[in-house]
């Protein structure tokens, strides 16, 4: 099993950053590509950006390509989500999730059951 642990959501104003990171462990060895997800009240999850486990590549959804960056810490096993430029319509519960699916496999918007494993979400709230 593989359990992933993710922090660093909260409050912030328009405009604002927040970084969120999502802690690997457990049986690692077998991820193949991490994502983020992300789901407002009322809506359905929807896939936010994806990396692949050695991180070299990276994808994202048109609603945060240019203010979300993803990256990865090899000997944390730590996946970011870097958020720039917010908005009140990223108000959002944040699920990282990893998934045994090498990264060609995934597609470029992979949903939600591309992923074997889940944390739990963490708040972001963003206010106009």
């Known amino acids: 099993q593989v359990q992933l642990v993710a922090s660093g959501g909260g409050l912030v104003q328009a405009g604002g950053s927040l970084r969120l990171s999502c802690a690997a462990s457990?049986?690692?060895?077998?991820?193949?590509?991490m994502g983020w997800f992300r789901q407002a009240p009322g809506k359905g999850r929807e896939f936010v950006g994806g990396?692949?486990?050695?991180?070299?590549?990276?994808n994202y959804a048109d609603s945060v390509k240019g203010r979300f960056t993803i990256s990865r810490d090899n000997a944390k096993n730590t996946v970011y989500l870097q958020m720039n430029s917010l908005k009140p319509e990223d108000t959002a519960v944040y699920y990282c999730?990893?998934?045994?699916?090498?990264?060609?496999?995934?597609?470029?918007?992979?949903?939600?059951?591309?992923?074997?494993?889940w944390g739990e979400g963490t708040q972001v709230t963003v206010s106009s």
């Open positions: 990396i692949s486990w050695s991180g070299g590549r990276t």
């Open positions: 457990g049986r690692t060895f077998s991820i193949r590509s």
């Open positions: 999730a990893a998934t045994r699916l090498g990264w060609n496999e995934l597609g470029t918007n992979p949903g939600e059951n591309s992923y074997n494993y």
